[in-house]
Structure formats: structure tokens, C-alpha cells
């Protein structure tokens, strides 16, 4: 095979320094990392991630779940303050939510609403 290692021997060398990479100290990390770099060829970074992830087949943590910390109320209201300001920026409109919604509640007709 022309040009370095195969993807089955790239995998084997992984799975035979992914436990003793994860466990050891910083300095000897980059030790590892570089013998790694030099065998297979991969981009450094490349393999800080490859040494980094848990094994094939091992349980992981999965995905995130979403979390959810406004209900669908709060996040209609949000879409409306945000529709209302010509649709800033989510750092723009945090810092003018509190005067939007002073504004829109000025605004409100007096028998409306909670």
C-alpha cells in the first residue's frame, strides 16, 4: 500500500494507545501523541481527538439532551420582542429586552391581559 499505514492498522495502533494516552500526564500526552503523528501520518490535531474520544463499542455519555429552560410561552414572547426589533442580534437583544418589553407593556391597552 503506497503512501503509509492501512485504516485496520491506523485502528489497531489506536486502540492499543487510547488508555495509556488518556491516563498519562500532559508531558507524556504529547510524547504519545507524537510516536502516534509519526506512524499513521494523521494531522496532529487530528489525533489529539482520535486519543481523546472513548473506545469503539465502550458507553458513552451519547449526546447532550436538549434542556429546555423557558417554556413555550416564554419563548413565544421572546420571538415576538425579537420580531418587534427588526431582528437584532441575540447579544443586541438581550441588552435591549428590558426596555422592549418596558415599551411594549406602555403600549398594551389597560384591559388586556395579565
Excluded at 61 to 89: F, H, N, P, Q
Amino acid at each position: 500500500m503506497a503512501g503509509g499505514m492501512s485504516r485496520i492498522a491506523k485502528r489497531e495502533s489506536l486502540a492499543s494507545i487510547r488508555d495509556r494516552y488518556r491516563e498519562s500526564s500532559r508531558k507524556d500526552k504529547s510524547k504519545i501523541l507524537s510516536g502516534f503523528i509519526a506512524v499513521t501520518g494523521h494531522h496532529r490535531k487530528h489525533g489529539i481527538g482520535l486519543l481523546a474520544q472513548a473506545a469503539e463499542g465502550s458507553v458513552g455519555t451519547g449526546a447532550v439532551k436538549e434542556r429546555r429552560i423557558y417554556d413555550d410561552a416564554v419563548r413565544e414572547v421572546v420571538i415576538l420582542i425579537w420580531a418587534a426589533s427588526d431582528s437584532i442580534c441575540g447579544k443586541r437583544l438581550k441588552a435591549a429586552m428590558a426596555h422592549l418589553v418596558e415599551s411594549m407593556e406602555a403600549a398594551r391597552p389597560s384591559g388586556s391581559g395579565p
